[in-house]
């Protein structure tokens, strides 16, 4: 039988290649983003390959989030696979100089947002005892860096919740596990540091970062494993990069 595969944040970076590798694999898809436009030039690409619906809303709001997903028709109702994707850093700031706003979406997007498509989806795969959700977290899940507070403590949350999530679903026989990447290069640095591209670009230069088709690809093997295999937790990281601090550069 077909698998259904719900992405969120599928609009640019990870969740967008994600929505592709799945559709060569002929995964149908539910692909989930703010920017419909780019949702809609996704459905239009991937829909040769595989059964695609688009679904626009703002992960922050909770009543959007359960109306989307109830919105759902078959063949999309049943969702085997849930990756949870939607994300972002705001800001760089020492905590005494960070903008409480910029906390506020890292909290609401990250952790919030999280938890609304989570407890929107999973009460079906404990219906039906079957489902995967699949949580991206990042090295800032395992590791703090200086100014990077709030967003790594969005991860950590990330972190916990996929291991309580684990803990309270694997007695249905739902698979729930997480990734955790470091340096990837998407517009994850262009979003944090607000359009400002050449401060963006320096956060990759003098070294090789991830591609988003790299996680995509370590995704799809993750919920491709066969049964019972949980792959619970995976540190993927740049050749370059030894830590969350310590990253080899060539300048
Ligand atoms: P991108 O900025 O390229 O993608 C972020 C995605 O999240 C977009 O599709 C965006 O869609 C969506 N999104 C953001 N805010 C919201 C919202 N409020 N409601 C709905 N969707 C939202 O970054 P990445 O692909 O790099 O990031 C994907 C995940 O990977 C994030 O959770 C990030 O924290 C994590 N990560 C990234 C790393 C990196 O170095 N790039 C490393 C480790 C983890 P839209 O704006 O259209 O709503
Ligand atoms: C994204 C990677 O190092 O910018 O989670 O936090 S990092």
């Known amino acids: 039988m077909t698998p259904t595969a719900f992405i969120t944040g ?8 994600t929505a592709e590798i799945f559709a060569a694999h002929q995964i149908r898809l539910v692909l989930c983003g703010r920017r419909k ?5 996704l459905q239009e ?15 922050r709001d909770k009543a959007a989030v359960f109306e989307a997903v109830a919105s759902l028709a078959e063949p999309f109702q049943n969702i085997d696979i849930l990756i949870n994707n939607a994300g972002n850093a705001h800001g760089l700031d020492s905590i005494h100089k960070g903008d409480p706003q910029d906390w506020d979406a890292m909290i609401d997007i990250n952790i919030k947002g999280l938890l609304y498509v989570t407890k929107a989806i999973s009460p079906q ?7 995967h959700i699949l949580n991206i977290g990042s090295i800032s899940a395992k590791e703090v860096y200086a100014g990077g507070n709030v967003y790594c403590a969005t991860k950590h949350a990330v972190d916990a919740l996929n291991q309580g999530m684990r803990m ?13 990447p470091g340096l990837v290069n998407t517009e994850f640095s262009e979003v944090r540091f607000k359009g400002d591209l050449d401060r963006a670009d320096n956060v990759y ?6 591609r988003a088709e790299h996680i995509a690809d ?3 093997f993750v919920v491709s494993r066969p049964y019972p295999i949980n792959i619970a937790d995976v540190l993927v990281l740049p050749v370059a990069q030894a830590s969350g601090t310590q990253i080899h550069r060539d300048l």
Do not use: W
């Open 10 to 17: 599928a609009t640019s970076g990870i969740g967008k290649a």
């Open 37 to 41: 436009e780019r949702l809609l030039a």
């Open 45 to 59: 690409k991937l829909r040769t390959q595989t059964e695609v619906c688009i679904l626009n809303f703002d992960v």
């Open 125 to 131: 795969m404990v219906a039906r005892e079957k489902g």
């Open 168 to 180: 309270d679903l694997s007695k249905y026989g739902i698979r729930v596990s997480a990734i955790h």
């Open 205 to 210: 230069k003098g070294f090789q970062p991830l």
């Open 218 to 220: 370590l995704i799809h």
